[in-house]
Structure formats: structure tokens, C-alpha cells
């Protein structure tokens, strides 16, 4: 197998492969524009040449509303506010974006996208224009998805917050607003595979272990449901079941934290007890469903979590990937929402005059904001590929001597 061949079954086996990611060929003369412009910013002390590229790939929050009350929400502070992107701002975002090498959108987070009035319109622009595009839904609403999914091709996906194999799990953990059970989720969910087998389906389960405890209240775990949910994924059609830890989002600083606070013997044998599921899930999938481990799982796992805490100075991955939400644009997932890391309203990308003050807010954050301080309870999943091209842009190295990879996704 040659070296391309290798780092193409990289990026289909691992889900955050993000340093490989910017090798693609499509990418990889963003990433030269980068590296250019930050070896000059360091050799003249100045940042006025910034490049005027937009992202490769941003998260958008199509609405803040949710039908559903999960304690383990790292977005429960902004869920529910009555926001939501109009349908002309999201249309003249991607319109613009586009035009500046956005290549991949992922519908998710701060509230359920389903729920915008405008989701199937939103989807058909999106897949109109040539954009890869995500979905992560909780799955109350796809019959939303289903009806759209004609226009989903080959590398688009859904991936559909479960976290549960058992009914009474499943409703602990989520408290859905309305009558919706896991089962019915996973018979739409093999509907919507059947309409369309093109698209990747994925099985989201955050594992929760005993003793998690949020605004007073303790999780349901979930440790012991990760086999049965394999057996679950395969039997539904669903391509994959990506496990990842459940991540709380700190009271006084807002930043999302892994195992904060916990004693060694207590992580110890959280760590034991996940490891002994993961390795029955891996039974129990047969080779009938990809497994994906998060990064933060796995630095879990190998008790490497302190490593994903240690940041760069600079993020540099806000230059390539940005959140657009109804209340503005952030440049990390894990700061949704939060004012210190906005960049600009929720239209700062709607327009060329809009993107061009935005481009500038993006080019004074990569010089102010301190990752290395900011980010030091954070276990990021930016954390490999930002001090990947730290310490490429401190190099001699040049682009032209990295080896491109072929096209395969463009999410970020």
C-alpha cells in the first residue's frame, strides 16, 4: 500500500484526522496560504497581508430551539432562546463562503436543525451549490430527512444522537419533549438508509460513566449498553457508532472539560470500565459496523488526556473551520456561545462587506486569542493538527515537499 493509499484509509477510519485533511488537494493551497502568511506575520510583526479566504468548513446552527431536555447538553446556556438563522442569511452565507472556498457544512448543535422551518429548502440550497454536507440530528424528525434525502450523495452523512441501546436509558438521558422512542428513531433511521444507501449513517453515543454530576443531579449511565448498541447499529443499517466521553461544560469559565476534577483512583477505574465495554462493542460489531473512537476517547484511554489540554499559543484551526450560530460566529465548537471567542453577528459572512470585517476579526483573534491560557481545561480535537502546523510553520519545511492526498471529505 503506498503512502497516499495509507493516509486515504486515515481519513476513512479516523474521524479527526484533520492534519491529513489539509493535505487534500483541494486544501493543501489554503493551507500554503497560511503557513505563508504566518511565517511573515513572525518575520515582520505584522498581520495586514492576511489571506482573504473564508473557511473550509464551518458548523451551522440553523436554530437555538430543541425538543429535547438532555442533562448532559454542553449547549443547554443557549438552547431555547428563541434564535434561529433566517432562511435569506443562511442562503447569502453559503453564496458567500462558497466563493471563498468554503467546500463542507455540518448541520448541528446549539438546538435540533430539524426544527427550522426551512430545513428540507436549506438542505437542497446547500446540496445545490456542490457542498459536502453533515447532519447531526437527535433523529425525533426524520421524516424532515428522509424527505430530503434524495439530494444527499456519496461523502455526505447523518449522524444521529442516540447514546442509549435501552428505552428507558435512552429517555434519562435525553427527556424528549415529545413522544418519540429509540425504537421508532432506529426504524426511521433504517428508512432513511433505504431511501437513500449513498449516505453515511452514523450511531452518536456519548458514553456516560457512573457518577457525572450536573447542576446537582447524577447521570445515567450508559457503560454498559455500548455492545448492545453495536448489535443495535448493525441490525438498523447504520454504517458506523462513534463513541466519544461525555464532555461538561465548566460553571465559571464556560469552556468545555474532560475529567475535570477527577481524583486518579476514581479515573482509574472509570478507564477500566470503558475500556472493558469498548473491547465488548468491538465483539460484538463482527465487521458489520465501523467503530470510531473520538480523539478525546482515545487520549482517554491512553491516559493522554493532559496532552489534549496542552495548547499552542495560536488556534490555528479558526482559520480553516468556524461555527455560524444564531446568536454569531465562533471560532471554536467548544466556545458556542460564548462572547470572548465571537467573531461577529450571526450575518458575518452574509455579503462580501460582512466578510471582509469578519476576515479581519478572524485575523486579530489568530494574533490575540491565547489558546495555550484559554484552552487549558479544554480536550481538543484540534489539539494534534494546531500544533501539527505550529510546528510546521516554525520549520523549514515547505508545502510543495508534503505529499498530497486525493480528494476523499472536506469536514472539519
Not at 76 to 94: A, D, L, P
Not at 235 to 262: A, M, T
Not at 387 to 399: A, D, P, Q, R, T
Request: hydrophobic residues 35%; positive net charge; proline residues 3%.
Amino acid at each position: 500500500m503506498t503512502a497516499v493509499r495509507r493516509e486515504m484509509e486515515k481519513l476513512r477510519q479516523k474521524e479527526h484526522d484533520f492534519s491529513a485533511k489539509l493535505r487534500q488537494e483541494s486544501i493543501i493551497e489554503r493551507f500554503r496560504d497560511y503557513v505563508t502568511w504566518q511565517r511573515r506575520r513572525l518575520a515582520a510583526a505584522s498581520t495586514q497581508d492576511h489571506p482573504e479566504k473564508g473557511p473550509v468548513s464551518i458548523n451551522l446552527d440553523l436554530t437555538a430551539a430543541c425538543n429535547y431536555s438532555c442533562p448532559h447538553c454542553v449547549d443547554s446556556g443557549i438552547i431555547n432562546t428563541g434564535r434561529f438563522m433566517k432562511t435569506e442569511v443562511v442562503k447569502k452565507t453559503v453564496d458567500t463562503l462558497q466563493s471563498g472556498g468554503l467546500l463542507s457544512i455540518i448541520l448541528v448543535g446549539g438546538g435540533e436543525p430539524t426544527l427550522h422551518k426551512d430545513f428540507e429548502e436549506i438542505v437542497r440550497f446547500i446540496k445545490n451549490r456542490g457542498l459536502q454536507l453533515g447532519i447531526v440530528t437527535n433523529g425525533s424528525r426524520l421524516g424532515s430527512v428522509i424527505e430530503a434525502a434524495g439530494v444527499l450523495e456519496i461523502k455526505d452523512w447523518v449522524r444521529i444522537s442516540l447514546d442509549a441501546a435501552k428505552e428507558d436509558t435512552y429517555v434519562k438521558l435525553h427527556r424528549p419533549k415529545n413522544r418519540v422512542t429509540l425504537q421508532g428513531i432506529l426504524r426511521n433511521a433504517q428508512k432513511l438508509k433505504t431511501r437513500n444507501p449513498r449516505i453515511s449513517l452514523g450511531y452518536s453515543f456519548v458514553i456516560v460513566w457512573e457518577g457525572i454530576q450536573l447542576n446537582g443531579h447524577e447521570l445515567c449511565p450508559n457503560t454498559t449498553e455500548m455492545s448492545e448498541a453495536v448489535r443495535m447499529a448493525g441490525e438498523y443499517g447504520f454504517d458506523y457508532i462513534s463513541f466519544k466521553p461525555c464532555l461538561v461544560r465548566l460553571e465559571d469559565s464556560q469552556k468545555e472539560s474532560l475529567l475535570d476534577n477527577v481524583k486518579r483512583e476514581k479515573e482509574k477505574a472509570i478507564l477500566k470500565e470503558i475500556k472493558s465495554s469498548l473491547e465488548k462493542a468491538k465483539k460484538a460489531a463482527e465487521g458489520k459496523v465501523k467503530i470510531l473512537e473520538s480523539v478525546n476517547l482515545r487520549a482517554m484511554l491512553n491516559n493522554r488526556v493532559s496532552e489534549l489540554k496542552r495548547q499552542p499559543k495560536t488556534c490555528h484551526m479558526q482559520f480553516f473551520s468556524s461555527v455560524v450560530t444564531p446568536s454569531g460566529i465562533f471560532h471554536c465548537p467548544a466556545f458556542r456561545g460564548v462572547e470572548k471567542v465571537k467573531i461577529a453577528g450571526p450575518g458575518g459572512y452574509a455579503g462580501k462587506s460582512a466578510f471582509d470585517k469578519t476576515l479581519q476579526n478572524v485575523d486579530q483573534s489568530l494574533t490575540s486569542f491565547d489558546a495555550e491560557q484559554e484552552c487549558s481545561v479544554v480536550g481538543c480535537f484540534y489539539n494534534h493538527v494546531n500544533w501539527w502546523i505550529e510546528n510546521f510553520i516554525l520549520s523549514n519545511k515547505s508545502v510543495d515537499d508534503l505529499e498530497k492526498i486525493e480528494d476523499d471529505n472536506f469536514f472539519l
